[in-house]
């Protein structure tokens, strides 16, 4: 009697602004073998999605075969896995809706499945990382967009169009900055990098007679302002009080909605630690429902970034039905 194979690998693609990580990965989660290669250098989508392809090829051919391989998880920013296509994203050089799924999968010739980053970021979580057992918690990653991501009852809230969790872009400050979606006041405007950065300048501006090691940097960066609290500058010091105020507030205000066991915080800027911690968990505590307030913990992502990233990503690949024209 035939018996047919069962495949046990995936990929798993972690596309961020910067740079696109892929993964082999088998089906206890072992990282069989990683590449990556700078997303920045692909302005044009058509060209990126057949570099990406034939890099996937290559590594699978290395690491196995292609034809052990049975589907195609990616963690993209504004990524919506219930049309498989990166739509309107503020942040990325492709602007519009792409089908990013469906062109990949074309070329690869197998299943491919597009999610939220910060969607997957939280299944890479929930199964590797600090919400392990969890079943109700938030993540927030604040990098160069700020990405939210609600587990609710044992798995990502996705909402009917695809875009539940996009609380990086609620209003927080009543006609306050310009965020790159072209709303106002937006969280994302305040908290993630362009916000920090602009934060800091602002306070410089404010305070003239107060020098401020930040003044040195000619592009400062939310690690620059770190470095510069690390060295107590107050300014510094100050710009992450201001941040991990509104941030706090927004955790308290999300909290309040969907009764968390914890909010993780992740990406870059997270890497200020206590400098942008305390504060907003102190903001938390203050604006926090009374009847939840000590019981939701905010803890920061033990997982090393990358890894968790495109782990999560190929555990949305085992999500997607199994498809190959190599059948």
């Not at 798993?12 to 590449?35: K, Y």
């Not at 309107?88 to 089908?99: A, C, D, F, L, T």
């Not at 990098?143 to 609380?167: C, D, T």
């Amino acid at each position: 009697m035939d018996t047919e194979k069962i495949k046990d690998r995936v990929v798993g693609v972690d596309i961020s602004l910067n740079q696109t990580t892929i993964a082999v990965v088998d089906i206890r989660g072992n990282i069989i073998a990683r590449t990556s290669f700078r997303t920045e250098e692909y302005p044009n989508v058509s060209n990126y999605i057949a570099t990406l392809a034939e890099r996937i090829v290559q590594l699978a051919e290395d690491n196995g075969g292609f034809l052990e391989i049975r589907s195609v998880g990616i963690s993209s920013p504004s990524g919506n896995f219930k049309t498989g296509c990166m739509e309107n994203s503020p942040n990325m050089p492709w602007k519009g809706v792409i089908p990013f799924a469906a062109m990949l999968r074309d070329r690869l010739g197998i299943a491919v499945a597009l999610g939220n980053d910060s969607h997957v970021m939280a299944l890479g979580e929930h199964v590797y990382g600090s919400a392990h057992g969890m079943r109700d918690f938030i993540l927030m990653t604040l990098g160069h967009g700020f990405g939210n991501a609600v587990f609710s009852r044992g798995k990502v809230l996705i909402g009917s169009h695809g875009f539940a969790g996009e609380y990086g872009h609620s209003c927080v400050v009543k006609d306050g900055r310009l965020c790159n979606c072209g709303l106002h006041g937006c969280l994302e405007a305040y908290c993630a990098e362009r916000g920090v950065v602009a934060t800091a300048r602002e306070l410089m501006a404010e305070n003239p007679q107060e020098s401020s090691l930040m003044s040195i940097y000619d592009k400062l960066t939310p690690k620059d302002i770190t470095e510069c609290c690390n060295k107590g500058d107050r300014l510094a010091i100050e710009t992450y009080r201001r941040t991990g105020e509104v941030l706090g507030m927004a955790m308290a205000n999300i909290a309040a909605i969907f009764d968390p066991q914890a909010i993780i915080v992740t990406g870059g800027i997270a890497k200020a630690g206590k400098w942008l911690l305390e504060p907003a968990k102190e903001s938390f505590d203050r604006h926090v429902f009374r009847n939840i307030k000590g019981k939701v913990r905010i803890l920061p992502s033990t997982l090393d970034s990358r890894e968790r990233d495109v782990l999560g990503a190929s555990a949305l690949a085992w999500e997607v039905e199994e498809y190959s024209l190599f059948k």
